[in-house]
T-cell receptor, first 113, second 112 residues
Framework: SQTIHQWPATLVQPVGSPLSLECTVEGTSNPNLYWYRQAAGRGLQLLFYSVGIGQISSEVPQNLSASRPQDRQFILSSKKLLLSDSGFYLC????????????FGPGTRLTVT | RKEVEQDPGPFNVPEGATVAFNCTYSNSASQSFFWYRQDCRKEPKLLMSVYSSGNEDGRFTAQLNRASQYISLLIRDSKLSDSATYLCVVNMRRGATNKLIFGTGTLLAVQP
């Protein structure tokens, strides 16, 4: 069965510091991968998605970037965090079959101070 | 107009009650529809897909009305463990890509 991992689970970072969040998927090949952010009391916002290694599409202009160095690895980064980057970051995957449903990792709760 | 709209609630219901949530979507070309459940401070989890003919999974029934562009979720015999936020999700095609659009969720609190 497929499993998706994210780490760290929680993170407190000062403004201006760098960020690296990692997501890995097991049990599937060539998944579509997604990064979302959920701000407190708000809906999920799609940040990036990837259909393959090295292929990244950005949904929202911001100071974040994403990379996919391996088939089942998706990384979210920032060079300098802003207060507004605080939120719940969720990685999701979708297989090539199915009805477009996505499955989420446990998330990283980021607080920028 | 939001692409996916839900009543945020909260819906406070006693155990054993039947509760229904509705959701409307703006893009008539949408093809796939889902309900996700999100517990407090946890990730969303797929509850069920919604099919044109309607579908049932135990105490949960989902309905789709394409003409009116709304989706519903009915929960019968509510349990305390049903307390969560229920997200209405619609798949929309944007160019060559399919993307899920999430509603902001409806909060359900089942009371003992």
């Amino acid at each position: 069965s497929q499993t998706i991992h994210q780490w760290p689970a929680t993170l407190v970072q000062p403004v201006g510091s760098p960020l690296s969040l990692e997501c890995t998927v097991e049990g599937t090949s060539n998944p579509n991968l997604y990064w979302y952010r959920q701000a407190a009391g708000r809906g999920l916002q799609l940040l990036f998605y990837s259909v393959g290694i090295g292929q990244i599409s950005s949904e929202v202009p911001q100071n974040l970037s994403a990379s996919r160095p391996q088939d089942r690895q998706f990384i979210l980064s920032s060079k300098k965090l802003l207060l507004s980057d605080s939120g719940f970051y969720l990685c999701a995957w979708r297989g090539l079959a199915g009805n477009y449903e996505q499955y989420f990792g446990p998330g990283t709760r980021l607080t920028v101070t | 107009r939001k692409e996916v709209e839900q009543d945020p609630g909260p819906f406070n219901v006693p155990e054993g009650a039947t509760v229904a949530f509705n959701c409307t979507y703006s893009n008539s070309a949408s093809q796939s529809f889902f309900w996700y459940r999100q517990d407090c401070r946890k990730e969303p989890k797929l509850l069920m897909s919604v099919y044109s003919s309607g579908n049932e999974d135990g105490r949960f029934t989902a309905q789709l009305n394409r003409a009116s562009q709304y989706i519903s979720l009915l929960i019968r015999d509510s349990k305390l463990s049903d307390s969560a936020t229920y997200l209405c999700v619609v798949n929309m095609r944007r160019g060559a890509t399919n993307k899920l659009i999430f509603g902001t969720g409806t909060l359900l609190a089942v009371q003992p």
